[in-house]
T-cell receptor, first 111, second 115 residues
Framework: DAKTTQPPSMDCAEGRAANLPCNHS???????VYWYRQIHSQGPQYIIH?????ETNEMASLIITEDRKSSTLILPHATLRDTAVYYC????????????WGAGTKLIIKP | GAGVSQSPRYKVAKRGQDVALRCDPI?????LFWYQQALGQGPEFLTY????????KSGLPSDRFFAERPEGSVSTLKIQRTQQEDSAVYLC?????????????FGPGTRLTVL
């Protein structure tokens, strides 16, 4: 079973920040939080990952709460091309495979 | 640079036929993964290779499914005597090393439809 809970869908206006929440209340100390997205008819695309500190790259920012039980993926200026299903995944440092995926959040960017 | 490629992109098979799905990982990537994705769901792990060694095949749904990576590069997922429930998108991913936090890069997938 997936270890994360995400809302099934969200809307966001083009140009605004899209904030996608993820609950991972049972996360353990050796588990990372990963975010991938999947645009329609394409393979999943890696976005970002983190352990306990906030992370930022050219695509997004990842904010992890201090107790690590939840996180938020932030797309700072959403475009229509960001419409996709976004998956939040927890992955143990002791496992080099086994990404366990939930159903994700369908993010729709509206003009 | 070139990413993970998969072929064919679409495959239609009659029930009972055998199919072979190919994955070309990113050059030099040690780890290779196969996932199965049913419509409207997240991918599910099938099997994992480190170079030519198949280290985990626990996700293969039945003995009709077989995967190989004989030279540690290209991989083939074979499904024998296909059934309608095998209809799904089959995704291949590769990662540079076998480290626990190494990023997996995915191909576009092969959509298999079994009639």
């Amino acid at each position: 079973d997936a270890k994360t809970t995400q809302p099934p869908s969200m809307d966001c206006a083009e140009g605004r920040a899209a904030n996608l929440p993820c609950n991972h209340s049972t996360i353990s100390g050796n588990e990372y939080v990963y975010w991938y997205r999947q645009i329609h008819s394409q393979g999943p695309q890696y976005i970002i990952h983190g352990l306990k500190n906030n992370e930022t790259n050219e695509m997004a920012s990842l904010i992890i709460t201090e107790d690590r039980k939840s996180s938020t993926l932030i797309l700072p200026h959403a475009t229509l091309r960001d419409t996709a299903v976004y998956y939040c995944i927890v992955k143990s440092v002791d496992s080099n495979y086994q990404l366990i995926w939930g159903a994700g959040t369908k993010l729709i960017i509206k003009p | 640079g070139a990413g993970v490629s998969q072929s064919p992109r679409y495959k239609v098979a009659k029930r009972g036929q055998d199919v072979a799905l190919r994955c070309d990982p990113i050059s030099g990537h040690v780890s290779l993964f196969w996932y199965q994705q049913a419509l409207g769901q997240g991918p599910e792990f099938l099997t994992y290779f480190q170079n030519e060694a198949q280290l985990d095949k626990s996700g293969l749904p039945s003995d009709r499914f077989f995967a190989e990576r004989p030279e540690g590069s290209v991989s083939t997922l074979k499904i024998q005597r296909t059934q309608q429930e095998d209809s799904a998108v089959y995704l291949c991913a590769s990662s540079l090393v076998s480290g626990s936090t190494d990023t997996q890069y995915f191909g576009p997938g092969t959509r298999l439809t079994v009639l």
